[in-house]
């Protein structure tokens, strides 16, 4: 059984006053221990994120990290540092780093490697855009990410990633794919990994969607058969929401 997974990604929001508002607000709600939680902060607020969540079932994890452990790359931070805070997950891949910041495929990919031989889970984001969906080349897109992403990532390993299928559309937008259009994505991704690897490790494969997900949506989605959690920006910056998801079961 796959163990349902939601995780907040901060972006760039919650300075540390903020941030130590959040969490502890967050730490004092009762949330289901059946869904796995985590929250995927700025830099600068993962020592308040390790401090506040230490002996809570909340991880916390990194945005971005460029792949070398150490050394003259001004601005980044490393998979050893993410370790050595705490960190359980780092998003890579995201579209906004990938369209803002220029990241391809060949980059993530060694950014996935480093991230696996660190011990950290890769939270994999991948998803086609507007002009690209309307096109009907969502599949085509995906593939093309998952299969350079992945590259050389071992059958062990893979079923240590967490997918995001993002379409870029819905992410930040307040439009949603309906949780038909989602599903049927997560689940193209899964036989991809089927594919790629074997049926055992797609079977093991934990894939999110995020696009919008809200208090509102987020029953209906998780409701589907390869769904397996969400990946949410707006909606994880409201302790309130932010709970109402982790407990859609309740
Ligand atoms: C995201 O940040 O990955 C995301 C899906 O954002 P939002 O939930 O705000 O659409």
Known sequence: MRKPVIVGNWKMNMTVSEAKNLLTELKEKNLDSEVEAGVCTPAIDLTVASNLLEGTDIG?????????????????????MLKDIGAKYVILGHSERRDIF???DELINKKVLSALDHDLVPILCCGESLEEREANKQEEKVKSQLEADLKDVSEDDIKEVIIAYEPIWAIGTG??????????????????????????????????????????????????????????????LKADDFEALVNHRK
Do not use: H, W
């Open 60 to 80: 916390f994890g990194g945005q971005n990290m460029y792949f070398e452990e150490s050394g003259a790359f001004t601005g980044e931070i490393s998979p050893t």
């Open 175 to 236: 439009k949603t794919a309906s949780a038909e259009d989602a599903d049927a994505m997560c689940g193209y991704i899964r036989n991809l990994i089927a594919d790629l690897y074997s049926k055992e490790a797609a079977d093991a494969v934990r894939i999110q969607y995020g696009g919008s997900v809200k208090p509102a949506n987020v029953k209906e989605l998780m409701a589907k058969e390869n769904i397996d959690g969400a990946l949410v920006g707006g909606a994880s």
């Open 102 to 104: 220029g990241e391809d």
